[in-house]
């Protein structure tokens, strides 16, 4: 069993940066692939960034890249997002999520795919 748990949320002015973590519980974090999603209201979930258990790949979204850093720290058992040069349409509940060993893809874009989620973190991005 994996638990989420994201903090970092807030309300910030476009341009400015939030830090988003996701805290896992559970010994063997390293071995789980996360992502991040967030959900616009009206709008689909949407994959924004991903990692490898060990850190080696990474992805993200067209939209976010030059913008979002993902990083982990396997020996603390979280992953963060730097969120940098924020926009308006950054604004969303932003959810971490973990894929097991079994999964066939590392960033899968559905929910399915995925084996545990957090409670998400709100982030507004005011213009």
Not at 19 to 48: H, M, N
């Amino acid at each position: 069993q994996v638990q989420l748990v994201e903090s970092g949320g807030g309300l910030v002015q476009a341009g400015g940066s939030l830090r988003l973590s996701c805290a896992a519980s559970g010994r063997t974090f390293s071995s789980y692939d996360i992502s991040w999603f967030r959900q616009a209201p009206g709008k689909e979930r949407e994959l924004v960034a991903a990692i490898t258990g060990s850190a080696a790949f990474t992805y993200y979204v067209d939209s976010v890249k030059g913008r979002f850093t993902i990083s982990r720290d396997n020996a603390k058992n979280t992953v963060s997002l730097q969120m940098n040069s924020l926009k308006p349409e950054d604004t969303a509940v932003y959810y971490c999520a973990a894929s097991g060993p079994h999964r066939s893809s590392w960033r899968s874009r559905a929910e399915n795919d995925y084996d545990y989620w957090g409670q998400g973190t709100q982030v507004t991005v005011s213009s």
